[in-house]
């Protein structure tokens, strides 16, 4: 044999003996009780939301950060809707209504869909409706959405695509121009290019 057999021979195994124990190593270093990863809840959001049919939803997504807690909008013929999404089971709007009262959490939905609203206006529209929208455990003895006062609401989000589709059973707020128009400018208000102009 010649020294450019002898030569795998030997470098091979001591690879493969190296990947051995490297990957044991790995193994060792994964902890059963590790927590799993945290799940995004805005993403879980994001995903349904993606569902809607375009054009007649339009969602500005991901806006936290220039909307307070406010994570996406969804503008659509029912009109514009400021959505926060949190990753636990939904409350009860009686256990909302008696930690708070009906006035102080009138008073936080508008200031929720605030920033949001100023922008629709620009456009001819309003938002009028802050869904907080929960990724916790179903419950599939209550409706996919409760409201808690006017303007406010609690969403399953597990239903979360059903429900924004029921809200367009009566007659549009918005005409599909209206739509584009009141999506463009939110998305431009917050500084994102205009979707028109991209092609």
């Known amino acids: 044999m010649g020294p450019g057999i002898v030569i795998p ?3 091979l195994p001591a690879i493969a003996i190296g990947v051995l124990v490297w990957y044991r190593r790995t193994l ?3 902890h059963d009780d590790d927590p799993p990863p945290a799940v995004s809840g805005i993403r879980l959001t994001a995903e349904t939301l993606h569902r809607l049919q375009a054009p007649a939803w339009r969602v500005v997504y991901e806006t936290t950060g220039h909307f307070g807690d406010v994570d996406h909008v969804v503008i659509g013929p029912s009109g514009v809707i400021a959505i926060t999404t949190a990753v636990s089971d939904r409350p009860d709007r009686s256990t909302l209504l008696a ?4 006035p102080q959490l009138i008073a936080q939905a508008a200031i929720a869909r605030g920033d949001v609203d100023d922008l629709a206006r620009r456009n001819g529209a309003r938002c009028d409706g802050w869904a907080r929208v929960y990724w916790g455990a179903p419950d599939p003895a209550r409706p996919a959405a409760d409201v808690v006062v ?6 399953e989000g597990q239903r979360l695509e059903e429900w924004v589709l029921s809200t367009a059973a009566g007659p549009p707020r918005l005409t599909p121009r209206a739509v584009e128009l009141v999506w463009r ?3 431009t208000g917050i500084g994102r290019p205009d979707p028109a102009s991209s092609g």
């Open 9 to 11: 021979l030997v470098v």
């Open 150 to 155: 006017t303007g406010s609401l609690l969403v």
């Open 185 to 187: 400018g939110i998305v």
């Open 28 to 30: 060792a270093a994964l």
């Open 99 to 102: 930690a708070m009262g009906e």
